[in-house]
């Protein structure tokens, strides 16, 4: 027998409440006026970096958050809403919805969650324009680096 619209849409609330709770970074933005073909673009995008991206009705969304003990988020789900998620990498969905949203002069970021906390726009855009995981190795390597090189000049220096 089917379940009730009541249960189906309570076993989403959770769903997407346990998610919320475990997600690294969550991003909450407008997306009218994408077409299929760009949605499913940017879909592609977060999928090969692992994250995940879902629309949920508002009133789910809503709840959801509630649920997950975010309620300042709750806020900004009015209106069509996308949800970009990852509880693996926590700057891969705020720089791919934010380099896409730049690209498509369409999409505009609402709200968030990093780490735990509630994020706001200008947290999520900042978070976004962090170098990648492999370019802050670099530059730590080249700042750890950088005194033996001038030390290994200066003593090659003084040599001759």
């Given at each position: 027998m089917q379940k009730s619209v009541i249960e189906r849409k309570a076993e989403l609330v959770e769903?997407?409440?346990?998610k919320l709770k475990n997600a690294a970074t969550v991003v909450a933005f407008n997306y009218p006026g994408l077409t299929v073909d760009q949605f499913t673009k940017l879909r592609n995008q977060l999928r090969e970096a692992d994250c995940e991206i879902k629309v949920y009705k508002n009133n789910i969304s809503r709840r959801a958050s509630i649920a997950a003990g975010f309620d300042a988020l709750a806020d900004a789900f009015v209106g069509p809403k996308a949800i970009a998620m990852s509880s693996v990498d926590v700057v891969a969905p705020a720089k791919i919805v934010y380099e896409f949203a730049k690209e498509s002069k369409i999409i505009t970021i609402e709200a968030g969650v990093i780490e735990g906390n509630v994020a706001s726009v200008e947290e999520i855009n900042a978070l976004a324009q962090l170098p990648s995981r492999e370019g802050m190795l670099t530059q730590?390597?080249?700042?750890?680096?950088?005194?033996?090189?001038?030390?290994?000049?200066?003593?090659?220096?003084?040599?001759k």
């Open positions: 769903e997407l409440s346990e730590l390597a080249v700042g750890l680096l950088t005194p033996v090189r001038e030390l290994a000049i200066g003593l090659n220096m003084i040599e």
